[in-house]
């Protein structure tokens, strides 16, 4: 499959890759979206007709990533081992608001959705680390406002965060990996055809065919766990 010794290896992550550490994908069975109307907890307007709505859904989802038992799998361990061993650069462009990349020791990461460990000030515009739970009488450490703080996840109709960024490391890398996305959200399901209309190596993995399979030159199937840990050390061989 890799017929040449990459360099710069951009990877592009999905809620796949965090689905083995228990944390809760978008559109498959059970998934977050068929429990929850995505206009009401995940939209801008959403926020504005119900904030303690939106906060109850992002308390939960935060407590959860915080749990004992939601720990890195070795998906994520084996794209931190890239990182730290291999020649190159190593890019990981996550559209997951989860922190798990960075818990298994990964360095390089941009979280292009946000995060949900962060708030935002609606006012100043100021991130703040966040830990706790957030409600609509909390009042904002900067502002000093209740009712100032939103979470630092980019909604349906806003604008991805760093694209400048990513626009460039994509048109750099030589070898772009898309790991456990089902490749229905814009702009990521369209960073493959950016990346093919240079003729870089582009490969899927995920654990079933996606509507975008076709736009790869590879498709890998399997648990990300599997398959990222056979994939990096392979990489780490050439
Ligand atoms: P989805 O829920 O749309 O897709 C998850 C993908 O992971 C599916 O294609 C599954 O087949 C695959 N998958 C599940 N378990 C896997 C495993 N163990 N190994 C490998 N693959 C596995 O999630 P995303 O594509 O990440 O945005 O969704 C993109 C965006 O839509 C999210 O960032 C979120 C959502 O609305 C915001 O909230 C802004």
Known sequence: MLNFKPKNIVILTGAGISAESGISTFRDKNGLWEN????????????????????????????????????????????????????????????????????????????????????????????????????????????????????????????????????????????FISIGTSGQVYPAAMFVNMVKANNQLAIEANIEETNISESFDFHLTGKASEVITKLVSDILAL
């Open 36 to 175: 929850h109307d995505v206009m009401d907890v995940a939209s801008p307007s959403g926020f504005d007709r119900n904030p303690e709505l939106v906060h109850k859904f992002y308390n939960q989802r935060r407590n959860q990533l915080n749990s004992e038992n939601v720990i890195p799998n070795a998906a994520h361990k084996a794209l931190a081992k890239l990182e730290e061993e291999f020649e190159g650069e190593v890019t990981i462009i996550t559209q997951n608001v989860d922190n798990l990349h960075e818990r298994a020791g990964s360095n390089n990461v941009i979280h292009m959705h946000g995060e949900l460990m962060k708030m935002r000030c609606v006012e100043s515009g100021k991130i703040l680390l966040w830990k706790s739970d957030l409600s609509v009488d909390t009042k904002c450490p900067c502002c000093f406002k209740k009712g100032n703080l939103r979470p630092h996840i980019v909604w349906f109709g806003e604008f991805p965060l760093f694209m400048d960024k990513i626009e460039k490391k994509l048109n750099d890398c030589d070898l």
